[in-house]
Every structure is written in structure tokens, then in C-alpha cells.
């Protein structure tokens, strides 16, 4: 197998980025206000919400503020029994927010290739709906993937995660593995970071690199924050690289790693803090 990237990119071992069921072939940070150190303000003990949240014991909990490593709305805790309320207060460990809120559920899915992004479909054609089946109450999926796209889509009842995840104000990064035909010229990466003209206005890439090539083929990473209809196809196709497979395998620190094609997991408290944070929630 010969490899091939551009001059000052990394490439990859053949395949890394790639589910086990793939084969080759085929920040907006929000403002902070300064907690409240206040014990007999309104609200629950720190630790118990800790405790509830699933960090630790309440006695692990109470070491941790001990430690210093506990913060509310961006102030380091320094003082035991301090009362948070769960619903506003920003709540983080070791500097990574944690949710708190257990009527908000957001949830990754392995979106296979033929399946539609959509709840529902009067053409009776497989949708995302179909997988999700009844899993939480008012689920929508935050975006959309090309029907022959696979791959990480995000699903929540959390309408203002939903608005700011999909909204290009907030430059949420996406990751992209792509099979394409032909080699890729050595300075593309420099090409598509300045910027390609598509009919319906430029698009520039936040991150470009080959991951492998072999027989005729590659496959690149594209790194964008752009939502437009079709964008990694149509710009890929622009520099004369047809795209024959795509997948999403991130948005923004949430990544499709491991799982199998038509799987769902449910984001953990700190993912879904982290999340938050980025877009200023």
C-alpha cells in the first residue's frame, strides 16, 4: 500500500477512523457569573447534587470541593455545604461541565447509509424515527445526514442544545471520513483552506487530511462547520474527488468511535456538559 499526504499533514495507518463494520472499499463559551458562596442561599447542598450526578459519594464529593476541584459558575468552591440550584447553575469537575438536569437527554446514533433524517415519512421510506422508536419523549435530531451519508448524528429534547448545535453562528466543527477516487494532490489541504467557490458561495475547511490511499482510492478526513445541503460532496467533487462513501465521525468532542452501524448510546452527564460549554450554555 503506498500512503500519500500532503507535504505538512500526518497520515495515518490505514483504516484508523474507521468502525469495525466499515471496510475501506466501500467557543461560543457563554458569559460566567461569579457563584455565590453563600450557605444559606436557596437550593440543594453541592455534594448531594454531586452525589445524585454520579461523581462520587457524598464523602468523595465533599474531598473533591476539599481539593479545589469543584467549581459553580466558573468560581472554585471553598467552602463545604455551599447550596446550588441544579436548573441554572453551571457545575464543573476538574474544569469539565457536568448536566445536571435529568428531563434532558441527548443521544448519539450510527445512522446507517438509506435511512433519512427524519422522524417520520409519509413515503414509508427507514428514518432516523424508525431506530429511535420511542426511546425519550420529543426527541429531534440536531441537523441532518444525506441519506447515503453514515454515520454520528445527535438526537435531544433539549431545543435551545438543538438551536445553537445546528446554528452556523456558533461554528460547531464537524468530522467527516470520505472514500474518494483518484489521488489527492499534495497541496489540496492549502487549496481547501483558502477557500472553494461552490454555485452557492465559497466554503473553506477547518482541517484537511489523507488518511489512506490504496488502488485507485482514498480516504480523507474533512473538518468543517459548515451546515449547507450536500457541502462535503459538492466540495470534494469541486476539486475533482467524486465521493463514493461518507461518513460523520464527529461533531464538535462528541465522536462516533466505536460504535456499530444502527446503534444508539446516550451521552454521559460530562459529554453533554461539554457540549453545553461550547455553545455557551
Not at 458562596?37 to 454520579?54: F, I, N, S, T, Y
Not at 459558575?73 to 448536566?99: F, H, L, S, W, Y
Not at 437527554?105 to 417520520?120: C, D, E, F, Q, R
Not at 451519508?149 to 456558533?170: C, K, V
Amino acid at each position: 500500500m503506498n500512503t500519500a499526504a500532503p507535504d505538512d499533514e500526518t497520515t495515518t495507518a490505514a483504516g484508523d477512523g474507521w468502525s469495525e463494520d466499515m471496510e475501506l472499499a466501500p467557543v461560543h463559551p457563554g458569559e460566567r457569573s461569579s457563584a455565590v458562596h453563600d450557605p444559606d442561599r436557596e437550593g440543594e447542598r453541592l455534594q448531594k447534587v454531586l452525589a445524585r450526578a454520579g461523581v462520587g459519594s457524598r464523602r468523595v464529593c465533599e474531598e473533591m470541593i476539599e481539593a479545589g476541584r469543584i467549581s459553580v459558575n466558573g468560581a472554585p468552591v471553598q467552602v463545604q455545604g455551599m447550596r446550588v440550584d441544579p436548573t441554572t447553575d453551571k457545575i464543573a469537575v476538574d474544569g469539565v461541565r457536568i448536566e445536571l438536569r435529568d428531563d434532558r437527554v441527548t443521544y448519539a446514533l450510527n445512522k446507517p447509509a438509506g435511512v433519512i433524517t427524519a422522524m417520520s415519512d409519509d413515503r414509508n421510506r427507514p428514518t432516523v424515527g424508525d431506530l429511535v422508536g420511542d426511546l425519550a419523549p420529543g426527541l429531534v435530531h440536531v441537523g441532518r445526514l444525506d441519506q447515503d451519508t453514515e454515520g454520528l448524528l445527535l438526537l435531544t429534547n433539549d431545543g435551545e442544545l438543538a438551536h445553537r448545535l445546528a446554528h452556523p453562528s456558533y461554528e460547531v466543527r464537524k468530522t467527516y471520513l470520505a472514500q474518494v477516487s483518484g489521488s489527492v494532490p499534495r497541496d489540496l489541504h492549502r487549496r481547501l483552506r483558502s477557500g472553494v467557490q461552490l454555485d452557492d458561495g465559497p466554503v473553506a475547511v477547518d482541517a484537511f487530511r489523507v488518511v489512506d490511499t490504496h488502488a485507485g482510492q482514498s480516504v480523507v478526513e474533512v473538518v468543517l462547520h459548515e451546515g449547507r445541503k450536500h457541502i462535503v460532496r459538492r466540495l470534494l467533487a469541486e476539486v475533482g474527488l467524486p465521493v463514493s462513501r461518507l461518513t460523520r465521525t464527529a461533531i464538535g468532542p462528541i465522536e462516533l468511535q466505536r460504535m456499530r452501524t444502527g446503534s444508539i448510546r446516550k451521552l454521559s452527564r460530562e459529554e453533554l456538559g461539554t457540549l453545553s460549554e461550547l455553545v455557551g450554555l
